[in-house]
């Protein structure tokens, strides 16, 4: 029998239980140390990372590859910078902290 993606993002999210159980047990008996907190830290990460990784399912974006009929579109949480240099205006009253203070009011 072959596993799927689902088969395979289901197993390690078991694994992922597994290991915060233990985590968590042993947060008990050698307390909060900063180990601990950091381990925990990467289960959650990891978690977050197969949530992304089961958003981008091969056969999901296939799909919806074969589905649309326009040029890809750009994604609606990033934000395109310009290449153009920036107003001098907009750093006019800014302060040059770490490189000796306020710079001098010119009149």
């Known amino acids: 029998m072959t596993a799927t993606v689902d088969d ?27 180990d601990i ?3 925990c830290g990467d289960v959650e990460r990891l978690r977050d990372s197969l949530a992304l990784l089961a958003e981008h399912d091969p056969r999901t974006a ?11 579109q750009p994604r609606a949480d990033l934000e395109t910078i310009p290449e153009l ?3 001098p205006g907009l750093f006019a009253d800014a302060d040059d902290e770490g490189i ?4 001098p009011q010119r009149p």
């Open 85 to 87: 240099p920036y107003d």
């Open 37 to 39: 907190r950091r381990a």
């Open 8 to 34: 395979d993002l289901i197993r390690a999210r078991r694994k992922l239980d597994e290991l915060d159980r233990v985590l968590r047990s042993m947060r008990s008996r050698v307390g909060n140390t900063r």
């Open 62 to 72: 296939r799909t919806a590859r074969t589905a649309r009929t326009g040029p890809p």
């Open 100 to 103: 000796g203070g306020m710079r």
